[in-house]
Nanobody
Framework: QVRLVESGGGLVQAGGSLRLSCRTS????????MAWYRRAPGKQRDLVAV???????NYADSVKGRFTISRDNAWNTVYLQMNSLKLEDTADYYC?????????WGQGTQVTVSS
């Protein structure tokens, strides 16, 4: 059974930082491409960052220079370090992977940035 469990969301002031975690099970994590998405209130779900099994990374333009995606294969966990948070970063954040052609999502973790 594949599971993705996010944690680390919360309320933070603008300019602050949060670190999201996504612990996985049921997949071969070390060969899996992992991604973070977010859905802001009233908007569609957008890709935030991706990390491949070789460690290569890509980011949405809106978070470049502020967010860092990383992975720990020993713990089957992907992280999203979010710095210099802005009001517009407020959203539900989801981790995602594809395993044996099936897309899997976590339950999401809420991030609220206040002024």
């Amino acid at each position: 059974q594949v599971r993705l469990v996010e944690s680390g969301g919360g309320l933070v002031q603008a300019g602050g930082s949060l670190r999201l975690s996504c612990r996985t099970s049921g997949i071969n994590f070390s060969i899996s491409r992992m991604a973070w998405y977010r859905r802001a209130p009233g908007k569609q779900r957008d890709l935030v960052a991706v990390i491949s099994n070789d460690g290569s990374r890509n980011y949405a333009d809106s978070v470049k220079g502020r967010f860092t995606i990383s992975r720990d294969n020993a713990w089957n966990t992907v992280y999203l370090q979010m710095n210099s948070l802005k009001l517009e970063d407020t959203a539900d954040y989801y981790c995602q992977t594809t395993w044996k052609t099936v897309n899997y999502w976590g339950q999401g973790t809420q991030v609220t940035v206040s002024s």
